[in-house]
């Protein structure tokens, strides 16, 4: 599976008005579009940082509906009085959901930028860890997508509620330091938002 993230960045209480428009403008095209097998929205309604996420069977499904993806974040951007920040495509490596995506969720999202060459190490990495992920209390979900040719990696947790969420810290804390050396790097961008919309028809794992 492959995934086209877009960052848009507005002000904060523009968030309903981006939801809306996700909903009522970019989920019916998107869905109507060959290949697509899901859609997300990812908000910080703190900062006014709005994350969609479309999601494809295959890298040509992706490249094909490049077109529609401009004109999509071009005018949510707008919508919402906002900018884009920055557009991202992924190969998803890894998903495993215990309960289905659902709206009112929590994500913590992580992102490493680390070396090409020691992407596969990280994949492994993050498959034999998982299961600590998953033994804790609310966990839901998490999936991991990596840019082959850059480096770049995120791996998102998906959680019941924001206080599920904030108690795995302790025990993903230490995980994320021995991710980001086995990425190569010696950071890893950690945010958390709210699940504002989901519909994906993904198998639960990958």
């Keep these: 599976m492959y995934a086209r993230v877009t960052r848009v960045q507005g002000p904060p209480e523009a968030i309903e008005k981006a939801i809306t428009f996700f909903k009522e403008n970019v989920v019916p095209t998107t869905k109507a ?3 697509n097998v899901g859609q997300v929205l990812l908000v910080d309604r703190k900062t006014g940082t ?7 069977d295959t890298a040509q499904a992706l490249g094909a509906s490049e077109q529609m993806g401009i004109t999509a974040r071009t005018q949510s951007a707008a919508a919402m009085g906002g900018s884009i920040v920055n557009v991202e495509r992924f190969e998803q490596v890894i998903r495993d959901w215990a309960q289905p995506p659902e709206a009112g969720t929590f994500v913590r999202l992580n992102t490493l930028a680390g070396a090409p060459e020691k992407l596969d190490g990280l994949i492994e990495f ?3 860890q998982l299961p600590t992920v998953k033994a804790q209390k609310g966990y839901r979900g998490a999936i991991m997508n ?3 040719m850059t480096g770049r990696a995120t791996f998102s947790s998906m959680w019941d ?3 599920d969420l904030e108690a795995s810290e302790a025990k993903v804390s230490d995980l994320r330091r021995d991710a980001a050396d086995a990425a190569g790097t010696a950071d890893v961008k950690v945010e958390i938002f709210e699940v504002a919309f989901t519909e994906v028809t993904q198998a639960a794992r990958v």
């Excluded at 709005?50 to 494809?56: A, H, N, P, S």
């Design 126 to 128: 993050m498959e034999k």
């Design 146 to 148: 990596v840019d082959r």
């Design 161 to 163: 509620t924001l206080a």
């Design 50 to 56: 709005g994350v969609g996420i479309t999601l494809w």
């Design 33 to 35: 579009t060959k290949g």
